[in-house]
């Protein structure tokens, strides 16, 4: 059956590691053994330039027609003092499709251990997933106001918007390690002390997995110390966007991290956790592997194409391993020669 992916490559890299992991999807499936239909949409700052808009209507309506939604970045100075700027065009698209379970894996290959500026002994091994609340928290919350001498955001959570972040967490941690910690600051905020109650809640209809819970300053701490004591991790949305970058510190770049975002019965939509890399943009240096990776996430996660997810994933870190590598983790490889690269290890 046809599979319609909405492809949204945005600003800055977004465009360059966009085709890089289009093109190696299309080389993996070079004999069309999966039927895929891709059209491009304009988003972020370039929709800007083209309609005065980061989601044109037309934009929205593809993806809510999408069986999946491919997002490479957005954002950029140019587009900082726009009236809408790319970063509120994204929070309008997760919010319009619901997006609130992001799911952000941070697993450290032995490939990247000499390039992780952590001791090997301590992020060998590592391998966790942020379970990030999308759609809410002070991201969302009203009121807010930005006037010249004072501003205020409002951090809000209903309790129905944690059970079901709660759920995925821990049937994420079902098909893994069984351990869940829920991460907060129940000791100052009235959102995390409900955040906190209703973790609890939810952990007696998962009795085969275990429930912790830590403040996000110790928490932050603890990702560096002891990175492999780690499992699921399910938090709010402002601590798991800090989370989930300060978590790419471990295996050496934010360029090889991916992520899904799913609603509850809408498409998904697959982006790399990091932005437009303005300082790199334009280059053919960016590290597409989150953007492939997320390619890999979306096979898996919205079509059930195992086969070829897996296929990708390990040409994927086969070329890291035999060290094709961009800048970022101290290689010299450009985007393009990596993207070969790959294609070559699939054709093995
Ligand atoms: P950034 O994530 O774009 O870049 C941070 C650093 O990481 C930079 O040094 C960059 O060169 C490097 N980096 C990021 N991705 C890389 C890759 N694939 N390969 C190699 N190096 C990579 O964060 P920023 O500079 O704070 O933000 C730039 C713009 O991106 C801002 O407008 C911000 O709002 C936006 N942003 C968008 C998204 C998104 O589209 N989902 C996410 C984060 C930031
Ligand atoms: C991310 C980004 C976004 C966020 C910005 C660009 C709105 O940092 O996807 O992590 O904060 O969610
Ligand atoms: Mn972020």
Redesign the pocket.
């Known amino acids: 059956m046809v599979k319609k992916i909405v492809v949204l490559a945005g600003d800055g890299i977004g465009s360059e590691i966009m085709e890089s992991a289009l093109t190696i999807l299309k080389a993996a499936n070079r004999n069309d053994e999966y039927d895929f239909q891709f059209s491009a949409h304009a988003f972020g700052g370039s929709a800007i330039d083209l309609t005065g808009q980061p989601l044109p209507d037309e934009t929205l309506q593809a993806c809510q027609q999408a069986d999946a939604i491919l997002l490479g970045a957005?954002?950029g100075k140019k587009w900082e003092h726009a009236v809408q700027t790319p970063?509120a065009g994204?929070?309008a698209l997760r919010k319009a499709l619901n997006l609130y379970a992001n799911i952000r894996p941070v697993k450290v290959s032995d490939a990247l251990l000499d390039y992780s500026p952590i001791k090997r002994e301590i992020v060998q091994g590592t391998d966790l997933v942020v379970v990030r609340e999308l759609t809410s928290g002070i991201?969302f919350g009203q009121p807010r106001e930005l006037a010249d001498d004072f501003a205020y955001d409002t951090n809000r959570y209903h309790e129905k918007e944690i059970r079901r972040i709660m759920h995925q967490a821990f049937q994420i941690a079902r098909s893994r390690r069984k351990q869940v910690l829920s991460v907060d600051k129940a000791n100052v905020l009235a959102t995390s002390k409900l955040w906190r109650k209703i973790a609890n809640e939810i952990a007696k209809e998962y009795p085969d997995c275990t429930l912790q819970h830590q403040y996000v300053d110790s928490a932050a701490m603890k990702i560096i110390q002891q990175p492999t004591s780690f499992d699921v991790i399910v938090t709010e949305n402002l601590f798991g966007?800090i989370l989930?970058d300060e978590a790419s510190v471990l295996p050496g770049t934010l360029g090889v991290l991916p992520s899904a975002s799913h609603s509850e019965n809408g498409p998904s939509l697959y982006e790399p956790?990091h932005?437009s890399a303005p300082d790199i943009a334009g280059k053919n240096i960016a590290n597409p592997v989150s953007m492939i990776l997320s390619v890999v996430l979306m096979l898996r996660q919205s079509f059930g194409y195992y086969d070829l997810a897996d296929k990708i994933e390990q040409a994927c870190f086969a070329t890291m391993e035999s060290g094709v590598l961009t800048p970022d983790l101290n290689g010299t490889a450009t985007t393009s020669a990596f993207t070969q690269a790959v294609i070559a290890k699939l054709e093995r």
């Open positions: 957005i954002g970063e994204l929070l991201y966007d989930s956790i932005g």
